[in-house]
């Protein structure tokens, strides 16, 4: 018997054994420094060149255009910090959603602090942006806008190609944080209207503390830190061989199965959402159709939502991003939608993945039913009410 049932994937994802082979082989035979000019070094670079050929043909992109980063945070710090320092003379107004992942609202904030002018717009009910609400927003001095492309805690899947279509008509920088789309869905960025997009290894069964922030071609930023003449100095520093080569193995894989995971999960979701509403006062958080199938955010009236999830243990869910998971502070997304205090904070996140079996999601319905009627009938208020 499992110890716990994992419904938490867009948090992270387990490793894949494929990429743990690759990445094992790589630290016995290619653990030396890929800037060293002899053959053990030109080896490591060689093992780097191929994991970027790998990502490149999963995002129809150049593989010289991937900046490698720590992971999508450091990839979206260096967007939109790098870009609105460097394109600063053209303007200091930039653009983007409230309901953002905390590595660009809380980038955003910082670049507040230092004298630039950010419009934070919200979505629609269903936390949508439509193109003529962003084009609404833009000024003469708008320089740079940073909009996600599949929403973290609900789903949510953006029109990139109408937003960026709007930003390229005005020659203004578009960052898209990428981190719940890359090896999920399809991701074409030689025809997305892109100029940097940020994801990370973890969150398609690669290794965690390794990303990549794709900079179109021509397309200049300023640094965030100094040290050495690596990635053009963008971005000094040691590769580490290992972990590029499992981001590039994870790619490889996502690439093969794309299709079929988004199928599998497709399924999955439309019965988890099925047997869900059976609960009584049960409501969706977000799109129900059309949204990333791999995420299925729902809150439930008159449950409070840690105590919601302590009361679903051994089943593994979120609250929300597991990125502020330590806070009390009900979801600010959620409450972007126009949801109150109340009904965010009862909100629970199950997230899918490629793992995930019916199995999971008969349990996942049936706990669920157990602790919201466990709790109801533990609630002071229900005893009086009745």
């Known amino acids: ?35 060293s000019n002899h053959i053990a070094g030109r080896q490591s670079a060689a093992v780097i060149d191929r994991a970027a050929e790998q990502i490149g043909s999963l995002l129809n992109a150049d593989p010289a255009s991937f900046l490698w980063t720590s992971g999508a945070t450091e990839s979206n710090n260096l967007a939109i ?6 394109r600063e003379h053209l303007g200091r107004h930039l653009v983007t959603m409230r309901s953002e992942h905390k590595a660009v609202v809380d980038v955003f904030r910082a670049l507040e602090k230092q004298g630039f002018d950010v419009t934070w717009l919200d979505g629609d009910s269903e936390g949508y942006l439509s193109a003529e609400k962003l084009e609404q927003a833009l000024r003469d001095d708008t320089q740079l806008v940073s909009i996600m492309h599949i929403n973290n805690e609900i789903g949510t899947r953006q029109d990139i190609v109408a937003l960026g279509t709007v930003c390229r008509e005005r020659g203004i920088t578009f960052h898209v944080d990428g981190a719940q789309a890359v090896g999920k869905v399809a991701v074409d960025l030689a025809t997305l209207p892109v100029d940097l997009y940020s994801f990370t290894a973890h969150k398609f069964y690669g290794p965690k503390g390794v990303g990549a922030l794709f900079v179109r071609d021509g397309y200049s930023l300023e640094p ?7 990635q053009k100095r963008l971005r000094p520093g040691t590769l580490p061989v290992d972990l590029i080569a499992g981001l590039g193995e994870a790619a490889a894989v996502a690439a093969e199965q794309l299709g079929e995971d988004e199928d599998h999960l497709g399924k999955l979701k439309a019965e988890l959402v099925q047997g869900l509403k059976s609960v009584d006062g049960v409501y969706i958080n977000g799109p129900e159709f059309g949204a990333f199938s791999g995420i299925l955010n729902v809150g439930v009236t008159d449950i409070e939502g840690e105590s919601l999830l302590l009361a679903l243990e051994p089943l593994c869910v979120a609250t929300g991003s597991a990125c502020n998971s330590q806070s009390k502070e009900p979801s600010y997304v959620l409450q972007s939608l126009g949801r109150s205090a109340d009904e965010a904070q009862s909100a629970v996140r199950f997230s899918l993945g490629r793992l995930s079996t019916r199995d999971d999601i008969e349990f996942a319905v049936a706990h669920f039913a157990r602790a919201v009627e466990t709790l109801r009938r ?6 009086v009410a009745e």
Do not use: K, W
């Open 81 to 86: 910090i790098g870009a609105g320092r460097h």
């Open 378 to 383: 533990l609630s002071p208020d229900r005893r």
């Open 1 to 35: 018997m499992r110890d716990f049932v994992y419904l938490d994937y867009a948090a992270t994802t387990p490793l894949n054994p494929i990429v743990a082979e690759r990445m094992c082989e790589v630290q016995r035979a290619n653990f030396a420094n890929p800037s």
């Open 224 to 230: 965030l830190m100094f040290g050495g003449g690596q």
